[in-house]
């Protein structure tokens, strides 16, 4: 069961979407759908390609994208061993100025997880 | 009318700006001035110079420099479509990594024009 | 007339877009128009969108893509004035980290408009 | 004193690195070992090498880093006048995209000091 | 067959990681170290991880990190298919600025294939 | 004595910089002064803010003021102990993307030390 933290991003993520939908024209609206189409499955699996934005985010440290990828790398199914050892790449790569990502990037998975934070 | 929260942004900034200035030597004090005199009517109009500065903030990923941006767009008369498609520009620049950025540009927007978010 | 580095650049940037073209997929391919729709006229002037993407492209300190705006920009027939403060806001918003790519795009725009460097 | 804000800025640190550590694999468990060795005093004092995490941490823009080396810095013993200069160094580096993390900073310091924000 | 390209960046790698081996202290070591253990073999392939630092190395811009990814990859025997694939969520997450590197990115890859460029 | 390429370096940035002030207004000017101003002794010695300039430019990855930031440090007779030190914080700060440019600052600081490369 989700806790009550992460049911609030995604609302308050479909609600400034819809703002976004409001102003957008045709090429910002061409650039969301590339955006939802470019994690589709194909030569490489749908989980691949949520760790691969999960660990994008994580580098470039976006805690709303990283948060976001935590939900869909759920849904698909990802360990916690698997997630942990991509995250461990992120943390390489982008050294320690990650780390306060990655700290929030583990609170919202335990909560996706249905365990106590 | 502008909603609370922009008001809010801009006494916040204010008050941390006057704690700056308590701290600041001559160096800042100049880098201060240096910030607003770059924004002014020169060869380009200001509301050109402002929609830059929104669009390298966006690209920056900087919440707060887009605010600001915002509201000085605001009162350069930049209009609704204009914004639009600068923010546009700096999705396609800076990519999905800036989409949530994008989110609390436009919800501040829409404070700014006065409508209900 | 345009001096050689820029049409070296300009024939080696079509060299490699005809190699990504050979492995593109559709949502690169989408990506690719993208990148051309969002700089053309509409409520703002092409050569405003032009100057957006090159402030962008400053603060992210891209050398290609600056090199590339500052031809649009010639084209678009922004003058050394209007870009001077373009890219000053640039300097300011980046720092001086952005002043290797500065000293950069100087140059080019001196082989762009066809003084001896 | 130290003001409740940075208390609890340190309280919520070790809550969020303890999920961390429930999670963490051996590298992730190296990499924040490496993280404290590398500000140990040796050729260069601790002194100076929480100067340079703290500048890192203002061009890299990132407030949690930047609060926890203010903190370090204070048990250091970095004068005022030692904090000014040295973000003085990254605010010209970074540029002003910096300045919101500058405020915060400098807010923090006020706190750090006892002094009233 | 490799091209020379490929060949000589691995040269002037070695030659340069000689040097700073020289240099290097014990901490640096153990960043290198911890560098490679991470794209080891674990809950997740290897494959996946060196995936995983190639999209990583894109978003961020560098080079000559995509290129050494790119020989791994090729190395873990991962497709033309898969590699656009993990590619276009690098371009989606990290924007136009990443075409550059997208470019010179594809062009190694067709060294690596053996393909004329 | 210094190699080639740092002297090539040195007298490539000036040539620059001349196109440069050839073309910079008021605020251009500006900024470049308080660049260098920003570096002086005060409550910091001048290597102490050398050694900041050189890690900021490490964790933002820019080679050129990487090497310029040496020069400035080799004159200000830091150790390669110290130097060493220093880029340790900045790689683990920035994580491994900084690799390349951490083994070119090596490479320009074997050639600033006489020895060779």
Request: charged share 25%; aromatic share 4%.
């Given at each position: 069961m989700v806790g009550d933290s992460i049911t609030e991003f995604q609302e308050e993520r479909e609600?400034?979407?819809?703002?976004?939908?409001?102003?957008?024209?045709?090429?910002?609206k061409r650039f969301y759908?590339?955006?939802s189409?470019?994690?589709?499955e194909g030569a490489l699996p749908?989980?691949?390609?949520?760790?691969?934005?999960?660990?994008a985010s994580l580098v470039l440290r976006c805690d709303d994208c990283v948060k976001y990828h935590?939900?869909?790398?759920?849904?698909?199914?990802v360990t916690s061993d698997e997630l942990e050892e991509a995250l461990a790449v992120g943390?390489?790569?982008?050294?320690?100025?990650t780390i306060p990502h990655l700290r929030r990037a583990f609170e919202a998975w335990t909560q996706l997880?249905?365990?106590?934070?």
């Open positions: 609600r400034l979407n819809t703002i976004v939908m409001r102003y957008a024209g045709l090429n910002m759908n590339l955006d189409q470019v994690y589709r749908a989980r691949t390609k949520e760790m691969l934005g999960l660990v935590l939900v869909r790398c759920r849904e698909e199914e943390l390489v790569v982008g050294g320690s100025i997880a249905g365990e106590r934070p």
